[in-house]
């Protein structure tokens, strides 16, 4: 069963950092592209960062451009979503997700083009 478990969410100032992880459990994320998305309440879901499976292409939302950053462990099997300055209107529900690709380079950065989803993890930023 293909599942993508977030992790590493919490509560945090504003100025602060977090660093959120997205391990795979029962796969390989060698062939997968994954993605950050996240939901605030009474907003919809929307992207935050992506990553090919290869690890040499990265897409971020203007929001979180110069923050954020987004990288891959292959020996862990994990992809990580570094959050630097971290803002109040970045507080939501973070949800990583993949799609099992041929193209190393490709990334995603639209929910529809996505096949597996995890659970999210919840970061609150707040003084």
């Known amino acids: 069963q293909v599942q993508f478990v977030a992790s590493g969410g919490g509560s945090v100032q504003p100025g602060g950092s977090l660093r959120l992880s997205c391990a795979a459990s029962g796969f390989s994320l060698d062939d997968y592209a994954v993605g950050w998305f996240r939901q605030a309440p009474g907003k919809a879901r929307e992207f935050v960062a992506a990553?090919?499976?290869?690890?040499?292409?990265?897409s971020f939302a203007d929001s979180v451009k110069g923050r954020f950053t987004i990288s891959r462990d292959v020996t862990k099997n994990t992809v990580y979503l570094q959050m630097d300055s971290l803002r109040p209107e970045d507080t939501a529900v973070y949800y990583c997700?993949?799609?099992?690709?041929?193209?190393?380079?490709?990334?995603?950065?639209?929910?529809?083009?996505?096949?597996?989803w995890g659970q999210g993890t919840q970061v609150n930023v707040s003084s």
């Open positions: 997700t993949g799609k099992l690709t041929p193209y190393s380079g490709a990334f995603y950065s639209t929910a529809d083009e996505y096949d597996f």
């Open positions: 990553i090919s499976w290869s690890g040499t292409s990265t």
